[in-house]
């Protein structure tokens, strides 16, 4: 069963967060093979077209954003952002032929959540059915996640962008296959 890493870059962490970059990462949790650029996904969307759906900005989100990197904020825009709705279309026509069927965010309550709102403003049905959804910081506080496996899954991966939703994307799904093979590991 084939499985996504998806991250968002948001200007609000609300239920209806302005999305502006989408990343995603075609995985299997059990190998040890990161995903490689032909394995993922990458969508910029145009500020506008969320607003016009009903997205909301936060403030607090605008200042964080301004205070991180250079390379980050530029990242929101290469490549050209598109409107919401090609962006979200894009997104599970990518699901579909990578013929994903479980999707992971870095969290219960964020990339998944607002994904899924954002397809609902446009009385889109959500292309994963909900029991398929799985979370990272579950699985890493169960399998005992330290800075180490971090910095072992940045070693094996190209240097990126922080914040850049891609390669947030690539570094969790790193971080859940040492998991997966942890747990394997450990006697029954």
């Not at 500020?47 to 990197?69: F, M, P, Y």
């Not at 939703?165 to 029954?188: E, I, S, T």
Request: glycine fraction near 10%; include cysteine; aromatic fraction near 8%.
């Amino acid at each position: 069963m084939k499985h996504a890493m998806i991250d968002l870059e948001c200007l609000g962490n609300g239920t209806n967060g302005l999305i502006v970059s989408i990343g995603a990462a075609e995985f299997e949790p059990g190998g040890d093979d990161l995903a490689d650029p032909g394995r993922t996904f990458k969508a910029n969307l145009t500020i506008q077209s969320g607003l016009n759906a009903g997205a909301v900005v936060e403030g607090r989100t605008i200042v964080w954003w301004l205070q991180q990197d250079d390379a980050a904020r530029k990242a929101l825009t290469d490549p050209g952002p598109v409107p919401e709705r090609e962006a979200l279309a894009a997104l599970r026509a990518w699901l579909t032929k990578c013929g994903v069927e479980f999707v992971w965010g870095h969290g219960v309550n964020y990339d998944l959540r607002i994904l899924a709102q954002a397809y609902l403003r446009y009385k889109q049905q959500i292309p994963w059915p909900w029991r398929n959804e799985r979370d990272t910081r579950t699985l890493f506080d169960v399998a005992g996640v330290t800075p180490e496996d971090w910095a072992a899954v940045e070693a094996r991966i190209p240097a990126g962008v922080k914040h850049e939703p891609v390669f947030d994307a690539v570094k969790q799904v790193g971080v859940v296959q040492r998991c997966y093979n942890r747990l394997k590991a450990c006697p029954a």
